[in-house]
């Protein structure tokens, strides 16, 4: 706990002086409004002591959908510092007390998932985002998990890239790519299961009590590993696109966590989706 109080004495002063200036980048659309955020959460997980691990590299093909599995509120911090990206996010968050501020002056697409019938409003939002140009992370297993295990990924939203390219004039491919969290050790020892929901945060465990260990617990590792991205057109079947992005991910945490290289499939192993051949993930005309 006394690691806890500088430690939000500098997150507070950080907030206040970046906060201007993404306010004005909002306000008058200027560029910066996704760089600001970047800066934000880079210095943010210097101040927390989160060391990031990266394993590949996002595309640099736009738009762009990311789908990847979630283990904790952190990961918005951890994406964040590492490229800029728009987050898709249920809708509880927007009324959280400072997360959902946040979230709002990064232009997150807030979800109703017990609505069902919202799906296409959801759908077009995030088409929306991606025809703006924007890194698009949606959380594919429509819950945090507890950071080992990666549940089903849900395919629903997933097609916002038929949707963007049905209106789009500009486009006849969105690039889709997977992405996988793995929270590896704290303070230097493996997270195993005593030390799981030091990080995870997932089920009942309640948020503040959550936020103040992560901000007290010192060091953390995570690697953020990046599958290889594929543009798709408007053929592609979307569950199938979540199927094998789920498998890409499920893969590369389960390498990271036993500390392994990330492996490269062989194209006997892929699954195909439409015009492409995604496991690792390599072009074909299948």
């Known amino acids: 706990m006394m690691r ?5 004495i500098a997150l507070a002063a950080l907030t206040l002086v970046l906060l201007p200036f993404q ?14 955020p970047r800066l934000y959460h880079r210095l943010l997980c210097a ?3 989160v060391r990031i691990r990266q394993a590949g590299r996002i595309t640099g093909e736009t738009p762009v959908l990311i789908l990847a599995n979630h283990a904790s509120w952190l990961d918005i911090c951890v994406i964040s510092a ?3 990206v728009v987050f898709v996010a249920k809708s509880e968050v927007a009324g959280w007390p400072l997360f959902g501020w946040l979230a709002r002056l990064q232009r997150t697409v807030f979800i109703d998932r017990e609505r069902r019938h919202r799906t296409g409003d959801a759908t077009e939002q995030i088409a929306g985002r991606l025809l703006d ?6 959380f594919a297993e429509g819950t945090s998990g507890d950071g080992t295990r990666i549940l089903p990924f ?6 916002s890239v038929h949707h963007a390219l049905g209106v789009s004039t500009r486009h006849d491919k969105i690039t889709v790519q997977p992405m996988s969290l793995a929270y590896t050790r704290v303070n230097g020892l493996p997270i195993g299961r005593a030390l799981r929901e030091r990080v995870a945060w997932y089920g009942d465990t309640e948020l503040l009590p959550h936020f103040i260990g992560v901000l007290s617990s ?7 590993s990046w599958g290889e991205p594929v543009a798709l057109d408007i053929g592609t079947d979307r569950k199938q696109i979540a199927r094998v992005a789920e498998t890409s991910v499920r893969r590369m945490t389960a390498d990271a966590l036993r500390a392994r290289p990330p492996r490269t499939p062989s194209p006997a192993s892929g699954v195909a989706i439409g015009a492409v051949d995604i496991n690792g993930i390599s072009a074909s005309n299948s």
């Open 218 to 224: 010192g060091a953390i590792d995570v690697t953020v």
């Open 4 to 8: 806890f109080v500088p430690v939000i």
């Open 133 to 138: 140009g924007n890194a698009v992370v949606l």
């Open 154 to 159: 849900k395919s629903a939203l997933v097609g």
């Open 23 to 36: 306010l004005i980048g909002l306000a008058f659309g200027l560029s910066w409004q996704r760089r600001v």
């Open 82 to 84: 590492l490229t800029p």
């Open 47 to 49: 101040i927390v002591g």
